[in-house]
Structures are given as C-alpha cells and as structure tokens.
C-alpha cells in the first residue's frame, strides 16, 4: 500500500434517506432547462419529474440497456436542439453513465468517438460540460461518484469507457430509499457489483490510506447487508449496500479494479450480459485466482483478509469461505457465467482483452492469459 495518493471527488455528496427532496431546490441552482435521463419505465419517478416546477423546461430520455453509442449520439444531436442548460440522471449505471455522455457532448462540437478508449482517439474533453446531477436508484456501481461513463459499441462487440475528471457531477444525491422494494434478481446483480467494487480496490496494486479507510467497513458491511436482502426486504440493509456503492464509486475512481472487471467489460460487450450479474459470477473464482498466484506478503494478507471477512458473513470456515460464497450466490439466483449468455465463444477473445484491460493494470499480480480463462471456467 502507498502512502501517497490523489484524491478525485464531485463537488458535493449528499447522502441520506429522504434526501430526495432536496432535488427541485438543488436543480434550479444549476439550470432552467433540464434533461431528465432515466431508466426504462418512469414509474415511481414521475412524481419527482412532477416535482421540479420551478424550472423553465423539463424534457426525459428513456435509457432501457446500458447506452450504445448510436442511441447516445442520436441523443446529443436532439439535445443540442433544445437548448438544454442541465442534465440529471436518475437510475442504476446505465443512466447516469448516459447522463454524463450527455452532459459532456451536449455543449462540445467534437465527435464522441474521438473521446472514447480502444475504439476511438482517446481525446480529452473539449468543452466545458453542462451541469450534472446524479441520483441512483440502485446500490451497485458507484457511477455517481466516478469519472468514466462506459458505453456499448455493438459493431465492435466492446464497451469502452469515455473517461475524464470533468464526468465527476456538480452533485451526487443519494437517498437510499430510492432503492427500496428493488426486484430481488436486480438487488442481487447490483449488490454483487458493489461488494467487488469494494474488494477489488482494497486487493488493488494502487490501494491507498484513503481507499482502504473506505472498503475496510465496506466489505463486510456489504456482504452481509446483501445476505439479508436475499432473505427479506430491509430499509437497514439497503442503507448498508447504498453506501457500500457509494464508497467503491470513491474506492475505484482511487485505486483501480481487478481481474473480475477485467473480464467484465469485454464478456458484457460479446454476450450483453448485465454488468453486476458477470461481476457476481466472476468474483470468488478471481479472489481465488489472485490468492493462488501471488506472491508479495502484504497483498497476500489482503487476500486472506478479504476471505476471513466471507467467512465470518457466511458463517464457515476460512478454507471453505470462497466455495461457500459461490454456493450461495448459485442459490440466489445467479447460477454462472453460462446462464446469463456466455458462451464457448466469448471465452478466449474476452480473456485475451481483459489481459490488457485498464482493470487488470491494477490487479494485484499479472495473471496470464491461461489463469484468466481459468477464471470464467471456474464461474460457468
């Protein structure tokens, strides 16, 4: 661990159930003309677009998948048309990463591709981006608090990352109550997302005093916040895990990932597989797959750590806490890799890509090509 970091945060976090309400008062602070982005079906959500009537105009754009580039530059195009002078996205990953495209191009007369990574140039931003708020209504990614938006590129079966500090919202609203009553498969998918993006930056070559302040409490806070949503419906345990989100946005944007997001990006843009439920198969057979290949004492004794953490929530002992943690994730309904659409075929090209993934630059010890498959095999 080093001693020394740098530290990238939004403006301002506003963290707490029925922190909602602040949201008309805190929008007219930014803007008068606002995108609303949100996730497929409005429902619950109207009353909050009811709520802001102290703004001139409030259009929405549905986002229903993770954002694909055509739909996404379709969306700037209408956009620029509108004069639009805020964006705020209110959903899970996929809409806020949708929002801060949109606050980032709707002002820029650059082209999106020449900003993206791997498929395109790679360019910073151009323009100053339009004012940007956040509200999540899932407890996985963290993408409120983190400075890349990944988008799916279907042509060339990837999903890239359009990554730039100025991403980072003006504010990020959290109000775990905006999570309750979540569908179980979704509380799942997303719950395991959060809990990796905790232990990936604590296992993380780059992991700091800061970003282990965070996952310390995270981790088992996680887990054991997720164990008893499977079992039943909790404003305590969706609090936990809408935090636990919340500090590995912070965690990741300050120490990197790991192996299992590695191979998420490139398994999720061959399969369309949702990005939480690859991280949740991948997890335990990548905690693993470190633990076996590395050779450095201190990010040994993190490894073992994190697996004394799964040991303790699921009450076993240490040798057996990683194959308990895959039992039970087959038995709340995330039986593997093969379930959600992988395939024979994915499996070498997504390996070969994830070997030189951004992700992996931070795990904590080069893997080969060969243990990266081991990895899928071992979460089919």
Partial sequence: MSGAFNLLTPVEIVFGRGQIAQLNDRATQFGSRVLIVHGKSPGRLADIFESLQTVETVQTLSIEKEPAFNTLTAAVERGKALGIDLVIGIGGGSVMDSAKVLAAMLPSQTDLMSHLEVVGDGLPLSAKRLPLILVPTTAG????????????????????????????????????????????????????????????????????????????????????????????????????LAQVSLFGGLALANSGLGVVHGLAGPLGGLCGAPHGAICGALLPAGIAANRDSVTDPDHRARIDQVIEWIAEVFETKTEQALPRFRRWIVESGLPGLASIGVSEEHVKPACQAAASSSSMKANPVVLSTATIEQVVRHSW
């Fill in 141 to 240: 990614t963290g993408a409120e608090v983190t400075r890349n938006a990944v988008i799916d590129i279907p042509e060339a079966q990837r999903k890239v990352s359009l990554r730039d500090k100025a991403l980072l919202p003006d504010l990020a609203l959290i109000d775990p109550a905006m999570t309750d009553h979540c569908p179980r498969s979704i509380s799942l998918h997303s719950g395991l997302d959060a809990v990796t993006q905790v232990i990936e930056p604590y296992l993380s070559s780059r992991a700091n005093l800061f970003t282990d302040m965070l996952c310390k409490e995270a981790i088992p806070k996680g887990l054991l916040a997720l164990k008893q949503l499977m079992e039943a419906e909790s404003k305590e345990a969706r609090d936990a």
